[in-house]
């Protein structure tokens, strides 16, 4: 197991980056192929293999605790981003920022997430009823094979997409990525200490920002499916209380760019229009750097997480 996660990390560490620059050299034919269309199967295929492979080794007695230990992680990591990024948006004037239309967010396929929790489900229930023991190191290596095809699917789609004047103008997105990060962070430095999670286990859950598909299988991977599980409900609950607490908090009157860094990985497509229905097209600007940058250092500095010991 500990083989098999230093290898995911290695990949991740070095081939991410390189099938990133092939995607950014080759971006017009990339685009044309339409690589990143054919990520939400590779995600919907590693979610059945780990739920499946939960479900054959997760007691039922855990499962509960499972979904409060998410439900915990979800808020806890949500509040820590906003204590470390309202600062950041009490401080520095917004009005500087270019109004930019991100017309493409709006096709953000809000049915995914619904999808992969169902498909979460059967694969728990088959692997719980079934109980395929015999197979467990061999979805073991599958885990790590799927994950290896999501490198290069990720690494390709990001690279086609990579704008770098779009970078030099998000410099507020980029600072809340950055403190948004390091909130989430902390919170899983608080929960290793208060629920007992092995510190790297903790980070990387919290860590995870919203992205459940990448979170999931690469903790499954270093840790067993049970904290793979976690992590995976956690960060997919952060993104679901995206769509219900923005909304909420600026109806409540408080209108801040800090508000984007609830949504993690996710302003940059799924929550993206929610940020720009109700935080105009500042807000929603700012949402999309901030994402694409998490997104970016994400596949980098989560692999590396988890195998701090």
């Not at 489900?121 to 061999?138: A, D, E, Q």
């Not at 403190?179 to 200490?193: A, D, E, K, Q």
């Amino acid at each position: 197991m500990l083989n098999i996660a230093g290898i995911i990390s290695g990949l991740f560490l070095v081939v991410f980056p390189i099938t990133m620059a092939i995607g950014y050299a080759f971006r017009g034919r990339v685009r044309r192929l339409g690589i990143g269309n054919y990520l939400q199967y590779v995600v919907m295929a590693l979610i059945f293999t780990m739920a499946l492979w939960a479900g054959s080794i997760v007691a039922s007695n855990y499962v509960l605790y499972i979904i409060l230990y998410s439900v915990v992680y979800a808020i806890l990591s949500i509040v820590m981003s906003l204590v470390f990024t309202i600062p950041i948006g009490l401080v520095i004037n917004m009005k500087w920022v270019s109004e930019v239309s991100l017309s493409n967010g709006s096709n953000a396929n809000t049915r995914l997430p619904l999808i992969l929790l169902i498909i979460l489900m059967i694969g728990w229930i088959l692997g719980y009823y079934v109980k395929p023991k015999p197979v467990n190191n061999i979805l073991n290596y599958l885990i790590a094979s799927e994950l290896f095809i999501l490198i290069l699917v990720i690494g390709l789609d990001i690279g086609s997409s990579v704008n770098t004047s779009l970078l030099a103008q998000g410099y507020l997105g980029i600072v809340i990525a950055t403190t948004s990060l390091l909130g989430s962070s902390v919170s899983g430095l608080i929960l290793h200490y208060l629920v007992g999670i092995p510190l790297a286990a903790s980070l990387g859950i919290s860590m995870g920002m919203g992205w459940y598909s990448l979170a999931g299988p690469l903790l499954s991977v270093r840790f067993g499916p049970a904290l793979g599980t976690l992590a995976f409900l956690a960060n997919f609950l952060r993104e679901q209380l995206t769509y219900l607490l923005v909304p909420l908090i600026v109806i409540a009157g408080f209108r801040d760019a800090s508000l984007v860094s609830i949504g993690g990985a996710t302003t940059m497509d799924d929550t993206l229009p929610i940020y720009r229905l109700y935080m105009g097209e500042t807000g929603g600007f700012i949402a999309f750097i901030n994402g694409f940058v998490i997104t970016m250092v994400l596949p980098e500095l989560l692999p590396y997480v988890i195998t701090i010991e």
